[in-house]
């Protein structure tokens, strides 16, 4: 409205703009804006002792495992299908139409530990399109709040979310001094420039692929000691590629 009164103003159409310099925070609410629930991470050890020995269904229980390994976003998550899956070169390959923004696809290095929860997991719906099969043709897949119901029955109400990890997994990360742009780009968090994300998203995979890795050991290190400790990378940093 204002650019438009401008353009009057300037044109000779009316002599003032009658909004002068109101503002839109003059009349509308602020938006507050609300983080995902996540625990602290020093709270991770009790998490993964938590999510090992939930009494739910074996399928919600390898979802949050997997979730926990990737870090993915819960859409690609629910959503995901076992033609996506590369057992044998080790990935899974995201569709842009399951990621957020819908402009790139995703890649996402697996860990020793994450393809025994794959093939796990394949032992029990190998037979459905989906990874997370759901109950009948009106739910082809696991609900996006399975996760976050699983998580409240564990006594996590309000204190973690499927979409925590994500947080948690970058907070870690960075502490045990893996490179901000290897995290960066796993967390597929692009660059807003087309050229540059269309190259970004295939980018860093052998660094990716040790971090992932690092990252596993990591998770399983921390339920098998039951402490919270940091481990450096197993790899060179190079932090310019």
């Not at 690092?214 to 400790?229: C, I, M, N, P």
Request: glycine share 8%; net charge positive.
């Amino acid at each position: 409205m204002k650019q438009i009164l401008r353009f009057a103003v300037a044109k000779g159409y009316i002599e003032s703009s009658p909004i002068g310099d109101t503002r839109p925070a003059d009349f509308l609410r602020s938006h507050t804006v609300e983080n995902f629930a996540r625990i602290e991470a020093e709270d991770l050890p009790e998490l993964l002792k938590k999510i090992e020995i939930y009494q739910g269904t074996p399928i919600t229980r390898l979802g949050i495992k997997l979730m926990a390994f990737t870090f993915v976003r819960t859409t690609p998550l629910i959503l995901a299908e076992w033609s996506e899956i590369d057992f044998q070169g080790k990935r899974w390959k995201i569709p842009k139409g399951r990621m957020k923004g819908h402009r790139f696809p995703h890649i996402v290095p697996l860990a020793h530990q994450t393809i025994q929860v794959l093939e796990l997991l394949r032992s029990i719906s190998g037979k459905s399109k989906y990874l997370f099969p759901g109950q009948g043709p009106k739910n082809p897949t696991m609900s996006n709040g399975t996760i976050r119901i699983a998580l409240q029955r564990m006594g996590y109400k309000d204190e973690m979310t499927g979409h925590g990890f994500r947080s948690v997994a970058s907070t870690i990360l960075h502490e045990c001094g893996h490179a901000d742009i290897h995290i960066e780009t796993q967390m597929a968090h692009l660059k807003k420039d087309k050229v540059r994300g269309a190259y970004d998203y295939a980018k860093y995979l052998v660094p990716r692929a040790y971090m992932m890795q690092d990252w596993a050991d990591f998770l399983d290190e921390t339920l098998r000691s039951g402490v919270y400790k940091l481990i450096p990378p197993s790899y060179k940093i190079e932090r310019e590629e």
